[in-house]
């Protein structure tokens, strides 16, 4: 059974910071998998989707990493704004019905 | 490109009571879905359609939920009756080839 863990679950920094978020996943066999971005009470922001041929996408100062083989993700913040501050779920698309399989999400704070 | 619509993007009732929330996707997008998500959960799948028709009911509690997607575009979920555990914030997603999702704003709804 697929599960995506998502490490740390909570994390703060100071503005500027360059920063790493988590993601594992047990199983290899993956469509693709996407980094969200949700803040509170709100809907999920769709920041990158990585499919299973590739290793990585960027968009600005976002950048994600696959490695299909270890089961691992990451989400690299350059520079880090206060405005970045939000949970960061990750998902990965996976089975005969191509569900998507969630993290708990990193609840991240960037401090002015 | 419109973003995925809901509304409404709040909503307050009594236990017993019922509700419905609206969903329109991104124009051209054949399959939408519908998510519940708990407080400091992740997303949990009610229903998948793929035009009209349902590909994935598996998790939708269908004694109190219930959907529909009459004309293969807006979407509408119903609780009926509402119980205080249905108190979570609801999803809805839309993709174009079953891959990449783009979510709506969420409707948070509060069960008293």
């Known amino acids: 059974k697929q599960e995506v863990t998502q490490i740390p679950a909570a994390l703060s920094v100071p503005e500027g910071e360059n920063l790493v978020l988590n993601c594992s996943f047990t199983?290899?066999?993956?469509?693709?998998l996407q980094w969200f971005r949700q803040d509170p009470g709100k809907g999920l922001t769709s920041l990158l989707l990585i499919q299973s041929s590739q290793r990585e996408q960027t968009s600005g100062r976002l950048n994600a990493s696959l490695d299909k083989s270890s089961g691992r993700s990451t989400l690299y913040i350059a520079a880090s704004q206060p405005g970045d501050s939000a949970t960061y779920l990750c998902?990965?698309?996976?089975?005969?019905?191509?569900?998507?399989?969630w993290g708990l999400g990193t609840s991240l704070a960037v401090n002015p | 490109e419109a973003g995925v619509a809901q509304s409404p993007r709040y909503k307050i009732i009594e236990k017993r009571q019922s509700v419905a929330f609206w969903c329109n996707p991104i124009s051209g997008h054949a399959t939408l879905y519908w998510y519940q998500q708990i407080l400091g959960q992740g997303p949990k799948l009610l229903i998948q359609?793929?035009?009209?028709?349902?590909?994935?009911d598996s998790q939708l509690p269908k004694d109190r939920f219930s959907a529909e997607r009459l004309k293969g575009v807006d979407s509408t979920l119903k609780i009926q009756p509402a119980k205080l555990e249905d108190s979570a914030v609801y999803l809805c997603a839309s993709s174009a080839q079953g891959d990449e999702q783009f979510f709506g704003p969420g409707t948070r709804l509060t069960v008293l």
């Open positions: 359609f793929q035009n009209n028709g349902v590909v994935d």
């Open positions: 199983d290899s066999a993956i469509y693709n």
């Open positions: 998902a990965v698309q996976a089975g005969n019905n191509r569900k998507l399989i």
